[in-house]
């Protein structure tokens, strides 16, 4: 089996994640045909950098006639807006996979509309790779490069012939595949991914509401504070979907982070202080090994 039993390949979304998909495909396998579904103005981008081969816009029926696989690279909401219209017009030997940062929702609607089991197959995914900026102009070929791939499902040997050839792809573009349920991935990226971008987002608003009319404090802010806030560039249109999908977790992860906040707070005259910062320094090193 090669990755070649996918031929021709449907992005929907040609931003910033279905751009750099397009751009790896294009490096890595390049004798595939790739077409791209979004607004006028997106996809048109997406065509001019060399992304796709065929643009399509407004109705989504054309953009899915022939795919062999069908990418979803748009926000959480309008995927499982279009999820009903896909199935409907996906050819009945696509896989149908999509790039959504929460996953519990996208597989229990997937399950109740890909059911037919001589229809197309879905298959709930999430590269770990993105940027705070968005859209095609910041896509990248080597996004996925090093990176780990979720993939939502109970086997690491797929049975079916069009999963082992999507895995294939992800590997030859250098993503590391890794499979888990949606359950059990909702709750890491909420602690590992989102209530980072929270953090980031809470101690920005903190310091801009204390500017004075020098630009105190931030003018004496060092490359520490703009590598600690590099996700508080992130606009709020890219997480409104991720946070109402997974706001039980993030809310209990809020919670404990305080609890941690109250923790330091209650250490800071003390020597036990050390033991969160040895704490913080070893998995500063786990997170450099990977």
Request: proline share 5%.
């Amino acid at each position: 089996m090669t990755a070649h039993l996918i031929n021709r390949v449907t992005i929907l979304g040609t931003g910033l994640i279905g751009g750099s998909f397009a751009l790896a495909l294009r490096k890595h396998i390049t004798d595939i045909r790739i077409s791209g579904w979004d607004r006028t103005a997106v996809v048109s981008e997406a065509h001019a950098r060399g992304a796709i081969n065929k643009p399509f816009y407004g109705e989504l029926a054309p953009a899915l006639k022939d795919a062999d696989l069908i990418y979803i690279a748009l926000p959480i909401g309008v995927t499982l807006d279009l999820l009903p219209e896909i199935v409907r017009f996906a050819p009945s030997h696509a896989l149908v996979t999509d790039a959504c940062s929460t996953k519990l929702r996208i597989a229990q609607t997937a399950t109740e509309l890909f059911a037919r089991p001589d229809g197309p197959l879905f298959l709930g995914g999430h590269p770990m790779a993105g940027r705070e900026l968005s859209g095609v102009a910041n896509a990248d070929a080597d996004l996925f490069c090093n990176s780990t791939y979720a993939l939502i499902g109970e086997s690491t040997a797929p049975r079916d012939q069009r999963v082992a050839a999507f895995v294939k792809i992800l590997e030859k573009i250098g993503a590391r595949p890794l499979w888990l349920g949606a359950q059990q991935h909702d709750y890491a990226v909420g602690l590992a991914s989102h209530l980072p971008q929270l953090a980031a987002i809470a101690l920005a608003g903190f310091l801009y509401d204390r500017l004075d009319e020098n630009g105190l404090p931030i003018t004496l802010a060092g490359p520490g504070l703009r590598d600690s806030l590099r996700l508080a560039g992130s606009p709020y249109t890219m997480w409104r979907d991720i946070v109402l999908t997974n706001r039980e977790i993030l809310s209990a992860a809020l919670d404990l982070l305080a609890r941690r906040f109250d923790d330091l707070r209650e250490r800071l005259a003390s020597r036990e202080l050390e033991a969160d910062f040895d704490a913080a320094n070893e998995l500063y090193r786990l997170l450099r090994g990977l």
